[in-house]
C-alpha cells in the first residue's frame, strides 16, 4: 500500500477535527496518485479549500464543510472520488444530512425562492422605469436602451450570489458603488447619439461589469484560480439556461397570442412592450438560480458542446485558411467582417475554456488536446490576418474609435491565444501540466474586463462623445 492511502486509512477521522487534521490525509493520499505531481494537488487544493470556506460560512461545522465539500470536488477529480469511497463513507453514515444543514443555514435567512423571485420581478420593474425615463428625457430609445441594457440584468444578478455567498458587507459595499458609478458615468457623458462611442459603451459596458459579477459569485475569492474557473462553468450553465428559458418563453408567448387573436383580442403590442422585455431581464436571474441548482448537470451539456464544436469549428478554420492561400485572396476589410472575424476567435476562446473546465477532462495528454491546438494555431493565424485588415483600415481611412477598438481587441485575443498555443505545445510534449492552461485561461480574464472598461470610460471623451 503506497505511504499516502497509509496515511489517509490510519488517520483516525472522526467528527469534530479541526479543517488541517481532515486535509492533511487527503492531500497526501491525494499526492500519490496524482500523476501530474503539484500541480493538480494544488488546483484541488484550492477548490476543497473554496468550498469548504464558502459552507463554513453558511454555518456548518468544519468537519461536515469538509465532508460535503469532498464530495463536490470528487465529481470531476478521480483522486479525491477514490479516497471518499475508501475512507468517509461510516462518516456519511453517521450525518447522512450535512450537506442539506448547509442549504438550511442559508434557508433561515428567507427562502432563495423568494429572493429570486423577487430579484427577477425587480429586473422586470427596472426596465419599464427606465422605460419611462427615457420617455421623459426625449432620448431615441435604441441609444438610451444599448448603453444601459447591462444595469437591467447584471446588478440584480450580483445581488443574489451577494446574499446567496453573504462574503460581508465590505464587498457588498464595494459591488454597489462599482454599479453605480458605471450606470453615472454612461448616462453622464454627453454622447453623439449618431456616434459610434455610445455604441462601443454599450457593447463593453456587460464585459466589464461581469467582473463585479464573479467577485460576488465567487464570495470575495476571485484570486482562486479554481473559483475562476466554477464561475467559467457557471457562465455556460447560464447561457444554456437562458436560452432555454427564451426558447419556451417565446413559443409560450406565441401560442398565447394565437389563442387570444381567435377571439378578437390583440395581445402583440403587449407581448412586444412588456411581456418580452420584463420576461428576458426577469429570466437572468431564474437562470442563475437554476444553473445553481442543477450544478454539474447542465455543465456537462456546456462541455458536450465544447467537444462537438472544436472539431467542426477547426474544419471550419482550416478549409478557410487553405482557401486563402491557394485563391490567394484577401479578405474583405469591411467592418462587419471584422465583427465577424472578432466573434469567432471569442468563440474559440469559449470551446477552450468549456473544455477545460469539463468535469470528465482527462489531466494527460491525448487526442482531443491535438485537436485543440490544432484550433488555437487556426485562431492564431486567423487573428494576424484581422490584424492585418484592421491595420490596412487604418492607414487608409484613419483612426477611429471602432478600428482602435478593434486593434486593440485584436491583439489582446492574439496574446492569449498564441501563449495557449505554446502551453499546448508543452503539454504535448511533456514538459508542463493541462493545469497550466487552466491556470492561464482563468488569470487572463480579467484582461479582458480592464480593456473593456478603458472603452468605456477613456474612449468617449478621447472621440468627443461621437
Known sequence: MAQGEKEANESGLSRGAGMEAWLGPWRAYVASRCADGSDAVEVAEERLRGTTGELQSRGLEPDEAFLVAVRRVAVDHAPTAEYARQNLARFWERQPDAESDADSANRSRLPEIVVVLALAVGAAVSVKLAGLAEAASGERADAFFVRNAAFFTLPWLAAYFLWKRFPGRRLAILTGIGFSVAIVLVNAYPFDMEGMTVVLSGLHMPIALWLLVGIAYTGGEWSRMGRRMDFVRFSGDLVICFVLIALGGGALTALSVALFSSIGLDLESFAENWILPCGACG??????????????????????????????????????????????????????????????????????????????????????????????????????????????????????????????????????????????????????AVFAIERWQTAYLPVYAAWAAVVVVLFPPLFRFA
Open 283 to 432: 429570466a437572468v436571474t431564474v437562470s442563475a438560480w437554476l444553473a445553481e441548482v442543477r450544478r454539474g448537470m447542465i455543465g456537462g451539456m456546456a462541455s458536450l458542446l465544447a467537444r462537438v464544436f472544436t472539431p467542426l469549428l477547426s474544419i471550419v478554420l482550416v478549409v478557410f485558411l487553405s482557401t486563402m492561400v491557394w485563391t490567394r485572396q484577401g479578405i474583405e476589410v469591411e467592418r462587419h467582417v471584422l465583427v465577424a472575424f472578432d466573434v469567432i476567435l471569442i468563440l474559440v476562446v469559449c470551446l477552450l475554456l468549456y473544455s477545460l473546465s469539463s468535469r470528465e477532462r482527462s489531466d494527460r495528454p491525448n487526442w482531443s488536446h491535438r485537436l485543440q491546438l490544432v484550433l488555437v494555431v487556426c485562431a492564431v493565424l486567423v487573428d494576424l490576418v484581422a490584424l492585418a485588415a484592421v491595420l490596412q483600415r487604418i492607414s487608409e481611412y484613419g483612426a477611429s474609435a471602432n478600428k482602435l477598438a478593434a486593434l486593440a481587441e485584436n491583439l489582446i485575443l492574439l496574446v492569449n491565444l498564441a501563449w495557449t498555443a505554446w502551453l499546448y505545445v508543452r503539454v504535448l510534449r511533456g514538459k508542463a
